[in-house]
């Protein structure tokens, strides 16, 4: 670019008659909003290219939602999951954290008024096996302790502690991110 043009794009500015408001017809919003509530924003937590399309593939099949589940590219390593029903989105919400190549999916709900620079993840459920406690801390109460300790405590595994092989103690907890 030349200086000129770069001199001249700097000194631009608005005018207070060029500072005006912009109406925008919301013909289909309310249908709009309506799907985009069924949507989940992620990012893979990594800073090595991921195979995006090969992520979709593998996704798509654990979740068990093949076309039913769209995927958009949003830029900036976002991806938006589209459900189709709510139950879909919950299971996925609720059954993670997801990883593909080892590379950990961040996700978080979608939010009116979210935008591609808006976007953070700053709370990730994660699953925390606790070893080597006493047999007789081994139990939901001392999960529920050492969770809390954590973060927020979202589900202990009762059915690791009803099993008479029970070793470890198994947390899901919401964990701040850094």
């Known amino acids: 670019?030349?200086?000129e043009i770069v001199d001249h794009i700097q000194r631009m500015q608005l005018t207070t008659n060029e500072d005006e408001t912009i109406t925008i017809c919301p013909l289909r919003r309310k249908e709009i909003l309506e799907e985009y509530s069924l949507s989940l924003i992620g990012k893979f937590l990594t800073?090595?290219?991921?195979?995006?399309?090969?992520?979709?593939?593998l996704l798509r099949s654990m979740w068990k939602?093949?076309?039913d589940l769209k995927m958009?590219?949003?830029?900036?390593?976002?991806l938006q999951f589209k459900f189709t029903m709510e139950c879909q989105?919950?299971?996925v919400w609720n059954n993670g954290p997801w990883c593909f190549g080892n590379q950990i999916l961040a996700l978080r709900r979608w939010e009116k008024g979210m935008?591609?620079?808006?976007?953070?993840?700053?709370?990730?459920?994660?699953?925390?096996?606790?070893?080597?406690?006493?047999?007789d801390l081994i139990t939901?109460?001392?999960?529920?302790d050492i969770g809390q300790r954590l973060g927020k405590v979202i589900e202990v595994d009762c059915?690791?502690?009803?099993?008479?092989q029970a070793r470890f103690l198994r947390i899901k907890v919401e964990m701040h991110m850094e």
């Open 1 to 3: 670019m030349n200086s």
């Open 47 to 57: 800073t090595k290219p991921i195979n995006i399309r090969a992520a979709k593939n």
């Open 65 to 67: 939602l093949g076309e």
């Open 72 to 78: 958009v590219e949003l830029g900036d390593g976002l």
């Open 89 to 91: 989105l919950n299971w």
């Open 115 to 135: 935008t591609a620079r808006s976007v953070t993840f700053t709370h990730m459920p994660i699953w925390v096996q606790v070893w080597g406690l006493p047999f």
């Open 140 to 144: 939901e109460e001392a999960a529920q």
């Open 159 to 164: 059915k690791a502690l009803k099993t008479d």
